[in-house]
């Protein structure tokens, strides 16, 4: 049969429909498509979805909108993958019956035309139930009657149960089906919002010299959740390699009660399913997932796609590396570093497949003892397409199993490795500065199309990086970057020891002066001068207000004064809505006049608006003109909740 069908432009869809979108579930996703075909005829569209693992469709009609674009919904409930596609067809009863309504005022003698309809309602009566059945023979004898009148049979082709009986039970026998059939990753609702605290658990004891133990850490969980987070994430946890082990601050040699860099994975107690033994057991770690369950959080685990030189896997497979001339295999390097305590896999050796395999099973290992997020390093140095093949193998079985892509790298790296199935990503929050800066980075990840399967994670700061504001701009500076990290994002992290404001750096770099990535660190977690009831309070307000756990909700508002950023967020009814404004200078006192419009926030136009901040619990009513005065010294940020408009 001729084709006369077009269905193109189709959104969302990433690449054409060759990488997947992504959504959380209860999300409802509205899909948009041009539909078209030749001549005068109508067509129908349904939108079409189906479990990945299944191969029954559910569907729901499409309706036109303007200029021949037609739109569907549907909403996914389970943490699964999800294909999509859309069909579309002629529908001749609908065409004739147009036609035929048209005419007939003109034309009321239309014999052939009527048995033409009669023909068409025939070809469904046999898919018909007992009860359409009957009404379909019903409007036959009418149609067939004497005297054809216009008024009776216009009102009867006018019937909706007629029309839908014929829409539903149609032949698609000129349907045409959208291809690629597109796929939506559904994750929980982690995958979207959370609050990480990264730890090293070398450092949770309290006796100088001596690393910290699982039992050490758990001590410490109630501190955390206190605090809001809903995630721990843990540095390695495995033993670490001897050989070319790093001194303090990257010391090319160790002390011998130097503990070693975490990241060297391996040595004689085993390598990536193995404990250090110092931290202290398995069955302590199955505790201290367990303890941090019971206390409403979850435990991400790094995982670092590399080796120490002490690593089994290194006397086992030593083809799985790089070769040097001489034979002696290949430390990992990014010039000028090198990192002669580590020893990168080569995922193009010739047992790549055993590799590949080897992976999965670390990532089932863990999985097994509770662990269902993950922290991967680098993995912008591993194949796109191994990590494609990775998670979803993982996610076939283990649906609700988080990867979070640490990718401190080029732009369209990043968004491969989305495109690739990593739940979020590491961004370049840390480095942006300015209002300029702000705007135009939220402008990509929330209306550039990015937004479709790119889930950004911003991290204050990490064990790696020491941005040169926080060095800089002390206290009020970290209290800043929290809340544009928290509230911009969904999902945001720290690095411990952000609450207590540490901000000593090796001069002229971003690294942590005496970093616990190479020495056991004690902290007073008390320490005067400690943000935490900051931290706490940005939690719960996140925590409370269904528009701060969306991502492209955000809308940035006009201030006069650079230094003042302004923006907000609201849910689609309006019955949640957060106006935040920060003072990005950490030194200085500034201030503004903005202006919100008012139908942003549902208010009617010229009205006014309460406020309350819900920093302070203060109020203030404000029309679309306003005026904002910070003190970094004091609170350098409102973060105010809409009450009422008038």
């Excluded at 002390?255 to 110092?278: E, F, M, R």
């Excluded at 926030?601 to 005026?627: C, H, M, N, Y």
Aim: charge should be neutral; include cysteine.
């Amino acid at each position: 049969m001729t084709k006369h069908i077009v269905i193109e432009s189709i959104w969302p869809c990433v690449d054409g429909g060759r990488s997947p979108i992504k959504r959380v579930v209860g999300d409802t996703i509205a899909v948009e498509a041009d539909i078209f075909r030749d001549g005068r005829e109508i067509i129908r569209a349904v939108l079409k979805w189906r479990k990945k693992w299944d191969e029954k469709y559910q569907e729901s009609p499409m309706v036109p909108l303007i200029n021949d674009r037609w739109r569907g919904e549907f909403t996914v409930t389970e943490n699964t993958r999800t294909m999509y596609t859309l069909e579309a067809w002629t529908d001749p009863f609908a065409s004739w019956r147009e036609d035929f309504l048209k005419r007939m005022p003109q034309e009321p003698r239309l014999e052939c035309e009527i048995k033409e309809g009669i023909r068409l309602i025939q070809t469904v009566l046999a898919r018909a139930k007992a009860a359409d059945k009957k009404f379909l023979n019903d409007v036959i004898k009418k149609l067939d009657g004497d005297g054809h009148r216009f008024e009776p049979i216009c009102a009867l082709l006018k019937d909706e149960r007629l029309l839908g009986i014929m829409t539903r039970l149609g032949e698609r026998a000129d349907a045409v089906t959208s291809t690629p059939e597109m796929e939506v990753i559904v994750d929980r609702e982690r995958a979207l919002v959370g609050a990480w605290y990264e730890m090293f658990v070398h450092s949770q004891g309290t006796v100088p010299g001596k690393m910290g133990t699982f039992a050490d850490a758990k001590k410490r969980l109630p501190d955390i959740r206190s605090m809001g987070f809903d995630v721990v994430y843990l540095a390695p946890i495995h033993p670490i390699g001897v050989t070319s082990r790093k001194g303090p601050n990257n010391a090319l040699k160790a002390g011998p009660n130097d503990p070693g860099c975490p990241w060297a994975v391996g040595g004689k107690k085993g390598g990536h399913t193995a404990i250090h033994p110092a931290l202290g057991t398995l069955e302590d770690f199955d505790d201290f997932v367990k303890a941090a369950k019971e206390s409403g959080m979850e435990i991400a685990l790094d995982f670092a796609v590399q080796c120490s030189p002490d690593h089994p896997w290194v006397k086992d497979h030593p083809d799985w590396f790089y070769k040097r001339p001489d034979g002696s295999i290949k430390c990992a390097e990014n010039p000028p570093n090198k990192y002669e305590d580590i020893y990168p896999l080569n995922f193009d050796a010739a047992d790549w497949r055993r590799i590949w395999v080897e992976m999965k099973e670390v990532l089932l290992f863990w999985i097994q003892h509770g662990v269902k997020i993950f922290r991967v390093d680098n993995p912008h140095n591993k194949p796109v397409y191994f990590w494609q093949w990775l998670i979803e193998e993982i996610q076939s079985e283990y649906p609700d199993v988080i990867f979070l892509a640490e990718a401190f790298t080029r732009p369209k790296i990043m968004k491969a490795l989305s495109k690739a199935g990593f739940t979020q990503s590491y961004t370049y929050f840390t480095w942006r500065q300015s209002k300029y800066d702000f705007a135009e980075y939220m402008k990509e990840l929330t209306q550039s199309g990015v937004q479709e399967y790119f889930r950004p994670n911003f991290f204050t700061n990490t064990h790696d990086v020491l941005s040169p504001i926080l060095q800089q701009g002390g206290r009020p500076a970290f209290k800043t970057r929290l809340v544009l990290a928290a509230f911009l994002s969904p999902s945001y992290g720290i690095y411990s020891g952000y609450e207590l404001c540490e901000n000593q750096a090796v001069p002229g770099t971003e690294e942590y002066l005496n970093s616990e990535k190479y020495e056991i660190k004690i902290r007073d977690w008390n320490k005067p001068g400690h943000i935490k009831d900051y931290i706490k309070m940005v939690n719960r307000i996140r925590s409370e207000n269904r528009a701060l756990q969306q991502l492209n909700n955000l809308k940035f508002f006009h201030a006069e004064n650079d230094q003042i950023l302004l923006f907000g967020k609201k849910t689609a009814d309006n019955s949640n809505i957060i106006l935040v404004a920060v003072n990005l200078d950490p030194f200085h006192v500034q201030e503004t006049s903005g202006f919100i419009p008012a139908g942003d926030i549902g208010a009617r136009p010229g009205g006014s608006f309460e406020v309350v901040d819900l920093i302070t619990g203060q109020r203030f009513t404000w029309t679309e003109k306003i005026f904002i005065k910070l003190d970094p010294q004091g609170e350098p940020a409102h973060i105010l909740r809409v009450e009422k408009k008038f």
